[in-house]
């Protein structure tokens, strides 16, 4: 059975707890798992969560962060929640949840989730951002930690919503929506409803069309832009085969480095009949996958950097195979 495993991030104060405590509380939760990674000795968070979510089986990694220094044991905990005995009568864990520390970048920790261990264990990610109202967002440019977040984010949740009135939490959700294209943005004044959606079970795919649709025209959008985000769109050139494509790929890894924080990208190879989806978070990329459900799916290369624009990226790659739009 596939478990859903959400990777909750978010900067310091943004939420996260907070989030998962509302979800906790509620009965149909109790299928859930929790691993709380704090960067401290004395797990505040971790005390909290387990004083709000009495039964639910609960890990602590504390004193590091779990996107270095503590990966090998994310790694072993996560088994062993996986694998440990559940109460009689109860049903199997259906979802895991892992909050990270607000200094947590998700990349590393993704690339942790390829150990032998996990491997064919059904895992399906969805990495959950916090987005604080009460911030000023032009505060997400003020650490690396913090973009990368909400770089790698597929659903954004804004928390603190009754801080804004509907026209400014409307304001708010477009910004987010533009700075990551590739996310769901949860904007709901109705907590209940947000805490709901921001766990949702895992719809892989679907929305692909939707996504392409707002990444292309995002980077053509100055209002609102993030001063060190860009949001770059390519296409591929005629004839292009995978090995050309892959090249491309290690040579914006290879260039932007950690200043990548999305690549997302469908398309269509000469030695491939299916349409190709392309994944990274980081520069943790994912296995190729062969789109045969959906044969129509729009092309499309969608960049997410910090401190990298267009032009950059195009002189970086000069002769490329993929076209630098804008």
Not at 214 to 229: C, D, Q, S, T, Y
Request: aromatic letters at 4%.
């Amino acid at each position: 059975m596939a478990i859903d495993l959400f990777l909750l991030c978010g900067f310091l104060g943004s939420g996260k707890t907070t989030l998962l405590v509302d979800f906790l509380r509620d009965p149909a939760a109790a299928d859930t798992g929790v691993i709380v990674n704090e960067a401290g000795e004395i797990g505040v968070d971790g005390a909290i969560v387990a004083n709000e979510s009495d039964g639910v089986p609960m890990a602590l990694l504390s004193n590091g962060c779990v996107c270095c220094s503590l990966r090998s044991d994310l790694v072993h905990t996560l088994a062993a929640l996986l694998d440990a005995p559940r109460p009689s009568g109860s049903d199997p864990l259906r979802r895991v949840v892992l909050e990270c520390s607000g200094l947590s970048r998700p990349g590393p920790i993704i690339a942790s989730l390829a150990d032998p261990a996990l491997v064919g264990r059904g895992l399906r990610l969805v990495v959950v951002c916090t987005d604080d109202c009460a911030r000023d967002p032009a505060a997400l440019q003020e650490t690396d930690e913090a973009m990368a977040q909400f770089g790698a984010a597929q659903r954004i949740v804004l928390t603190k919503t009754d801080l804004l009135d509907e026209a400014a939490l409307r304001v708010r959700a477009g910004q987010a929506a533009r700075w990551n294209p590739l996310a769901d943005v949860i904007a709901r004044p109705d907590r209940r409803r947000a805490v709901a959606e921001a766990f949702a079970p895992f719809e892989g795919g679907a929305d692909l069309a939707a996504q392409a649709a707002r990444a292309l025209a995002a980077p053509r959008a100055a209002a609102g832009a993030h001063p060190r985000i860009r949001v770059i769109a390519a296409r591929a050139r005629a004839g292009l085969d995978w090995a050309a494509f892959s090249e491309w790929l290690d040579n914006v890894a290879g260039f932007c480095g950690g200043r990548l924080l999305r690549l997302k990208a469908v398309v269509r190879v000469s030695d491939s009949v299916e349409p190709i989806l392309i994944q990274s978070v980081g520069t943790t990329f994912s296995a190729p996958q062969r789109l045969t459900r959906q044969p129509d799916a729009p092309e499309s290369i969608i960049v997410i950097a910090r401190d990298v624009d267009a032009q950059a990226l195009r002189a970086a790659v000069p002769d490329a195979p993929v076209e630098v739009l804008a």
